[in-house]
């Protein structure tokens, strides 16, 4: 294996921010026309973070969480997950559902609608992929999951232990009324893949 | 009393009295070992089976075999007596499912095994476990009595 990601240097850094500012526009874009409302954003933050600190960006290791996770295949081979607070991802289906849900309990409707809004974000977030990198890229359907921030982002942070000692994840906030979302955006690239990847953006 | 925590790749040990936890474990694995003679606890939070797999293996606490070494020279350091030692261990996760071939999702349960054979190499004795299943658990290890704590969220508390 010719790449060793803890000696990743400044502009492939760059390019892989660059590509999770597309990517997560694009998701954005899709969310507003799917429930046909104006949807504000902000432009989206791209982290590295060490292991210790994964937990804590959605409130803590116990902290409940949604997990909504897919596999990627084709060309680039790896992993996407999409991962939100409960109560971001109530407030989600509260938009989606144009319905005002305090509970925090998730029931059929709302896995349903998280499924498929995980599913537009992660196909926009993968086509904006294919055509910037010229690789052909697919998804599987959603997995998804509720547990505690700390074995929800162990998954992919495992994944990452096998190239580094960090993980990359792009954060992305977005509102509609007074229903405010954070989701965070997990690609995790397999070692070859990510070679790949960062070859078709000439950057290897 | 305030429990130490433990964070993803690391590990800790302490001596009587004391507390030492890690929180939202999931496909990782958490290897507690304990010295009822000279009540000397260590926590292993440990992500990967093999340090052999992969060529990115210097932080030895990230995996199963070179983590439960590192753990036990700590704990002689401190005076754990090597032949006094047992185990207990929880963690090992599947949190997603697929029906694919895929083995990164089986993550959890080679965990697991790598765990159980690294222990068995140094003849260490695991005395209980909490191991598998599709959820999160929070686990503190009590120093005095070498007590395992676990906590899930939907799947109840116990000692083990």
Same mark, same amino acid.
């Given at each position: 294996?010719?790449?060793?990601?803890?000696?990743?240097?400044?502009?492939?850094?760059?390019?892989?921010?660059?590509?999770?500012?597309?990517?997560? &526009?694009n998701?954005?874009?899709?969310?507003?026309?799917? %429930?046909?409302?104006?949807?504000?954003?902000?432009?989206?933050?791209?982290?590295?973070?060490?292991?210790?600190?994964?937990?804590?960006?959605? &409130?803590?290791?116990?902290?409940?969480?949604v &997990?909504?996770?897919?596999?990627?295949?084709?060309?680039?081979?790896?992993?996407?997950?999409?991962?939100?607070?409960?109560?971001?991802?109530?407030?989600?289906?509260? %938009?989606?559902?144009?319905?005002?849900?305090?509970?925090?309990?998730?029931?059929?409707?709302?896995?349903?609608?998280?499924?498929?809004? &995980?599913?537009i974000?992660?196909?926009?977030?993968?086509?904006?992929?294919?055509?910037?990198?010229?690789?052909?890229?697919?998804?599987?359907?959603?997995?998804?999951?509720?547990?505690?921030?700390?074995?929800?982002?162990?998954?992919?942070?495992?994944?990452?232990?096998?190239?580094?000692?960090?993980?990359?994840?792009?954060?992305?906030? #977005?509102?509609?009324?007074?229903?405010?979302?954070?989701?965070?955006? #997990?690609?995790?690239?397999?070692?070859?893949?990510?070679?790949?990847?960062?070859?078709?953006?000439?950057?290897? | 009393?305030?429990?130490?925590?433990?964070?993803?790749?690391?590990?800790?040990a302490?001596?009587?009295?004391g507390?030492?936890?890690?929180?939202?474990?999931?496909?990782?694995?958490?290897?507690?070992?304990?010295?009822?003679?000279?009540?000397?606890?260590?926590?292993?939070?440990?992500?990967?089976p093999?340090?052999?797999?992969?060529?990115?293996?210097?932080?030895?606490?990230?995996?199963?075999?070179? @983590?439960?070494?590192?753990?036990?020279?700590?704990?002689?350091?401190?005076?754990?007596?090597?032949?006094?030692?047992?185990?207990?261990?929880?963690?090992?996760?599947?949190?997603?499912?697929?029906?694919s071939?895929?083995?990164?999702?089986?993550? @959890?349960?080679?965990?697991?095994?790598?765990t159980?054979?690294?222990?068995?190499?140094?003849?260490?004795?695991?005395?209980?476990?909490?191991?598998?299943?599709?959820?999160?658990?929070?686990?503190?290890?009590?120093?005095?009595?070498?007590?395992?704590?676990?906590?899930?969220?939907?799947? @109840?508390?116990?000692i083990?």
């Amino acid at each position: 294996m010719a790449l060793n990601t803890n000696d990743i240097n400044d502009i492939k850094i760059d390019v892989l921010k660059e590509l999770g500012n597309i990517g997560s &526009g694009n998701a954005a874009t899709a969310l507003a026309t799917m %429930i046909s409302k104006k949807v504000d954003m902000d432009v989206p933050k791209v982290k590295i973070l060490d292991f210790k600190e994964v937990p804590n960006i959605l &409130g803590g290791e116990e902290a409940p969480v949604v &997990g909504i996770y897919f596999e990627m295949t084709g060309e680039i081979v790896g992993n996407i997950m999409f991962v939100l607070d409960l109560k971001s991802a109530k407030n989600l289906t509260n %938009i989606l559902l144009d319905r005002e849900n305090k509970t925090l309990n998730l029931d059929e409707m709302d896995i349903s609608a998280l499924s498929e809004l &995980g599913n537009i974000l992660a196909s926009s977030y993968i086509s904006s992929l294919s055509t910037l990198t010229g690789l052909n890229v697919a998804i599987s359907i959603p997995s998804l999951a509720t547990d505690m921030a700390g074995a929800i982002l162990s998954v992919p942070a495992i994944q990452y232990g096998y190239i580094a000692d960090y993980v990359l994840l792009i954060e992305t906030y #977005f509102q509609e009324g007074n229903n405010k979302v954070t989701g965070n955006l #997990f690609m995790i690239p397999e070692i070859d893949s990510f070679e790949k990847l960062l070859k078709s953006l000439g950057v290897c | 009393m305030d429990a130490i925590k433990v964070g993803m790749a690391d590990l800790k040990a302490i001596e009587s009295p004391g507390i030492l936890t890690t929180l939202g474990l999931g496909s990782c694995v958490g290897i507690t070992l304990f010295d009822k003679k000279s009540n000397i606890a260590g926590l292993a939070h440990i992500m990967l089976p093999s340090s052999k797999e992969i060529k990115n293996n210097s932080n030895k606490a990230k995996f199963a075999d070179t @983590g439960i070494e590192l753990l036990v020279e700590k704990m002689l350091l401190i005076g754990a007596n090597k032949n006094f030692l047992v185990a207990k261990i929880a963690g090992g996760a599947q949190m997603f499912s697929f029906n694919s071939k895929s083995n990164i999702l089986k993550i @959890g349960e080679r965990n697991v095994i790598a765990t159980k054979e690294k222990l068995k190499e140094l003849k260490i004795p695991v005395v209980s476990e909490d191991t598998g299943g599709n959820y999160g658990r929070t686990i503190e290890l009590n120093a005095e009595d070498g007590s395992l704590l676990v906590k899930t969220i939907g799947h @109840g508390i116990k000692i083990i």
